[in-house]
C-alpha cells in the first residue's frame, strides 16, 4: 500500500540549530517526493522536489531508496523557517499526491 | 509557476445546504486537483478533473456529494452537497506546472453549523 509518514508531529529547535524532519514512504514503483511547506496563514507551497535535486531555503532532501526515506534537513534553522511542513507522494502519472500527516516547526531565539 | 485563484475563501453554512467552490488558472492544465483538509489532519485528495471527461473520485468520495465540473482547460468547481458539520473542512484545488510541481490555491475554509 503507498503510504507517507512523517513520525513527528511538532518538532521544536533553537535558531541556529540543526533541523531533520523525518518523512518515510512505502511505494512500488519509482517514487517521486515532494516537500511541502505552509507558513502561518498562507497558501501551501512546493519547498522541494527529490528530481530537481535543489537547495531552497537552506534546506535539502535526499531520496534514500534503501532505507525509504526522504528526510528534510535543514543545518542551521531560522525563525522564518516556522510553519508546518509536508512530505507527499506522487502515486501515479495523473498527479495524484498522497500526503504525510505533516510536523509543526517551531524555531525558538 | 501558475497562478490558483480560489474563491471563497471562507463562509460559514447552515447543515443541509450546498456550496459551490470555484478554482481559477491563469494558464491552460490538463488536471485539476480537490482536496480536503479537515481540522489538525493533512491534505486528502478529493478527485481528480480533467476537462471534457467525468471527475475520478477517491475512496470514499461520492459524485453526489461532491459533484465537479470542469467547463474548460482553466476552471473547475467543486460543490458540497447537503452539507453537515462534518463537512467543515479546508478545500484546495491543486495544479500540475512543468517544473514546479503542484501548485495550490490558498483554499477555501468552510464551516457547517
Known amino acids: 500500500a503507498q503510504r507517507v509518514t512523517q513520525p513527528e508531529k511538532l518538532l521544536s529547535v533553537f535558531k541556529g540549530a540543526p533541523v531533520e524532519l523525518k518523512c518515510n514512504y512505502s511505494y512500488s514503483g519509482s517514487p517521486e517526493l515532494f516537500w511541502y511547506v505552509q507558513y502561518s496563514r498562507q497558501r501551501l507551497q512546493l519547498l522541494l522536489r527529490?528530481?530537481s535535486r535543489e537547495s531552497i531555503k537552506g534546506f535539502t532532501a535526499d531520496l534514500n531508496k534503501g532505507e525509504t526515506s526522504f528526510h528534510l534537513k535543514k543545518p542551521f534553522a531560522q525563525e522564518e523557517d516556522s510553519a508546518m511542513y509536508y512530505c507527499a507522494l506522487l502515486t501515479d502519472s495523473w498527479g495524484k499526491l498522497q500526503f504525510g500527516a505533516g510536523t509543526q516547526v517551531v524555531v525558538t531565539p | 509557476s501558475a497562478v490558483i485563484s480560489q474563491k471563497p475563501s471562507r463562509d460559514i453554512c447552515q447543515r443541509g445546504t450546498s456550496l459551490t467552490i470555484q478554482c481559477q488558472v491563469d494558464?491552460?492544465?490538463?488536471?485539476m486537483f480537490w482536496y480536503r483538509q479537515q481540522p489538525g489532519q493533512s491534505l486528502t485528495l478529493i478527485a481528480t478533473a480533467n476537462q471534457g471527461s467525468e471527475a475520478t473520485y477517491e475512496s470514499g468520495f461520492v459524485i453526489d456529494k461532491f459533484p465537479i465540473s470542469r467547463p474548460n482547460l482553466t476552471f473547475s468547481t467543486l460543490t458540497v452537497s447537503n452539507m453537515s458539520p462534518e463537512d467543515s473542512s479546508i478545500y484546495l484545488c491543486?495544479?500540475?506546472?512543468?517544473?514546479?510541481?503542484?501548485?495550490f490555491g490558498s483554499g477555501t475554509r468552510l464551516t457547517v453549523v
Open positions: 494558464s491552460q492544465v490538463t488536471m
Open positions: 527529490h528530481i
Open positions: 491543486s495544479v500540475e506546472t512543468a517544473n514546479y510541481g503542484y501548485t
